[in-house]
T-cell receptor, first 114, second 114 residues
């Protein structure tokens, strides 16, 4: 999986609690992304980063925040988890935004909010 | 609205047979089109990436075609194997912004039976 590690792989949490998911890469890629995957939807972008401390919102960013203090780590935080945030979360990395650049995905984190 | 539509939603074929999956998109401006394979419980893995000027690209038994005029793509799998059982996702990259935006289809779930 191209040197991408997501943690935890599975998590069950209660509504209203904060949750942080971690994405760690060993490829030294500049770009990192957080997606969520839900039945009936394609993967949807939550937030992305184009460098250390440089982040921006994706199409479904409400209720989520991110931080990137080091090239290798990209954290996704659910400030106050809701049942609608039950999903599978994928981290992805790429080395550039050039048109043929590969995007590599982690194995995913299955989050259940009860 | 930029969209990626895939058909069929699911498909069952016998081992050794060929199959073709379809993708229609309305994304503009277009950067490239990608096909990913996603095994159950894992992240997507890239099969092919095609730019506007490419009509065909192969990766082993996988052959992708692109008709940029009609905004259609297909993924042909030859001599299917049990390990081809997976979801196949068509992804179109929208040109522009701090990073090329990836728009995901919902996938075609392929089951290869012995």
């Amino acid at each position: 999986d191209a040197g991408i590690t997501q943690s935890p792989r599975h998590k069950v949490t209660e509504t209203g609690t904060p949750v942080t998911l971690r994405c760690h890469q060993t490829e030294n890629h500049r770009y990192m992304y957080w997606y969520r995957q839900d039945p009936g939807h394609g993967l949807r972008l939550i937030h992305y980063s184009y460098g250390v401390k440089d982040t921006d919102k994706g199409e479904v960013s409400d209720g989520y925040s991110v931080s990137r203090s080091k090239t290798e780590d990209f954290l996704l935080t659910l400030e106050s988890a809701t049942s609608s945030q039950t999903s599978v979360y994928f981290c992805a990395i790429s080395s550039s935004r050039d048109r043929n650049t590969e995007a590599f995905f982690g194995q995913g984190t299955r989050l259940t909010v009860v | 609205k930029n969209q990626v539509e895939q058909s069929p939603q699911s498909l069952i074929i016998l081992e050794g047979k060929n199959c073709t999956l379809q993708c229609n998109y309305t994304v503009s401006p277009f950067s490239n089109l990608r096909w990913y394979k996603q095994d159950t419980g894992r992240g997507p893995v890239s099969l092919t990436i095609m730019t506007f000027s490419e009509n065909t690209k192969s990766n082993g038994r996988y052959t992708a075609t692109l008709d940029a005029d009609t905004k259609q793509s297909s993924l042909h799998i030859t001599a299917s194997q049990l390990s081809d059982s997976a979801s196949y996702i068509c992804v179109v990259s929208e040109l522009g912004g701090a990073t090329n935006k990836l728009i995901f289809g919902t996938g075609t779930l392929l089951a290869v039976q012995p």
